[in-house]
């Protein structure tokens, strides 16, 4: 089993569209190539997302729940669906893409390409753009430091643990306007689904912990359809280990 980012053809199992491989921006029969070079007879392909969201829901915090949206806050934001007790994939295999659900008209550039997208706001990616910007125009902030002592290439989620515990006030203004952002799309993706709960993993939520869960949670009450008390918000269980299960699990589906 193989979990990559990119979109997955359920018909044929090629891969496409994973901008952050080189050379898989077009289709790429990927399970055919690893089944050929390993001498493997079966080898199934899927998002990464969408593995972890299985992972979640058969192995973690997702257990007990037959309709649960798993959000996965890491360089990117993206996003799984379990509904009547499935992983939904969608008519065109892009279910489960809250990242891109805008926010702010007209807002913020999105690694994607739009404006105004949620992972604008929240993925590490564009938070790490946000923070050099104001660093360049003299706001003054520890992350370039903590990073360079932590000898990190990028601003890591450890990093911007590393700058929230310090009392960073750049960080805490970025990560107040990622909670923000999360908490909207969040919230507007449970009144268009109506599901039991929502998980929260990926690099963001395992690093930041239970603290940025609730914190999430409370920017989803003012957006949401039902009562607050009829979602349930957790912390995801199985941190960097949930996209290797899910990939292991795909082949008993």
Known sequence: ??????????QTGELYGAANLPGFGEPVPLGTMVGSALGVERVVVDNDVAVATLAEHRLGAGRGFDDLLVVFAGSGVGGGLILG???????????????????????ELCPCGRRGCMEAYAGRVALERAARAAAASGRPTELLAIQQRQGRSRMSSGVWKAA?????????ELIDRAVEALGAAIASAVNLVDVQAV????????????????R??????????????????????????????????LLKR
Request: hydrophobic letters at 45%; zero cysteines; glycine letters at 22%.
């Open 1 to 10: 089993g193989i979990g990559s980012p990119g979109r997955v053809d359920q």
């Open 85 to 107: 007790g499935q992983l939904r994939a969608g008519a065109h295999g892009a279910a489960g893409e809250i990242g891109h659900m805008v926010v702010v008209d007209g807002g």
């Open 164 to 172: 929230l515990d310090a009392g960073d006030p750049l960080a805490h």
């Open 199 to 214: 998980l929260i993993g990926g690099g963001m939520g395992d690093k930041l912990g239970e603290p940025f869960v609730r």
């Open 216 to 249: 999430i949670e409370t920017a989803m009450i003012p957006h949401l359809f039902l009562p607050p008390s009829s979602v349930v918000v957790r912390l995801g269980e199985l941190g960097d280990y949930a996209g290797a299960m899910g990939a292991a699990l």
